[in-house]
């Protein structure tokens, strides 16, 4: 399947020490095989990391150091270490719901410090829907608050950011 074209990226693989459904060691084991497979078929990845920046950088360092067109770090969730050796290393940020939630402050905070060139945004449907919905499901059409609240951080309108972020997409996956 990764040979075919229509496939893009790799994931969303990663590490979830919040939940601690399986022990730490098997999914470092399980990361490092989707690295392995991404790295052998020339993909990005996209990056899962809920409580597990050190290791997540640790296991991502042993495997796509020097490359240009790592992948993402999917819903970013404000950890500064992660985020400066994400764009250190050739990974885009991506936010989602969570940057539109009022207790999210130190979260908006961190917008201002990714380049516009490396930055990305999502809805995670069906999780994390962007205020006024949140406690609803999500859905893709919800995306558009999460690009006006960056549009609000960054003093930018939404047409520019539109065009930024196809720009931004192109680069990383070609297409």
Not at 54 to 76: A, F, Q
Not at 92 to 106: F, H, L, N, R
Not at 109 to 115: E, F, I, Q, R
Not at 166 to 173: A, D, G, I, K, M
Request: hydrophobic share 35%; with cysteine.
């Amino acid at each position: 399947m990764l040979a075919d074209p229509k496939c893009i990226a790799v994931g969303e693989i990663g590490l979830d020490y919040y939940r601690n459904h399986s022990p730490h060691d098997k999914q470092k084991q399980v990361f490092l095989t989707f690295l392995d497979m991404a790295l052998a078929n020339n993909k990005p990845v996209i990056i899962h990391n809920r409580d597990a920046s050190k290791d997540c950088i640790e296991v991502l360092e042993s495997m796509m150091k020097g490359r240009e067109r790592n992948g993402i770090i999917h819903c970013y969730n404000g950890d500064r270490d992660m985020m400066k050796w994400a764009l250190d290393n050739g990974f885009y940020i991506s936010y989602a719901g969570p940057v539109t939630y009022d207790k999210s402050e130190e979260l908006r905070s961190t917008v201002k410090y990714v380049p516009a060139d490396r930055l990305l945004i999502e809805t995670d449907s069906p999780y994390l829907t962007p205020a006024p919905f949140r406690g609803k499901t999500n859905e893709p059409a919800h995306v558009v608050y999460c690009a006006n609240e960056i549009c609000n951080i960054n003093n930018t309108t939404l047409y520019d950011f539109a065009v930024q972020l196809e720009y931004n997409y192109t680069q990383l996956f070609g297409n």
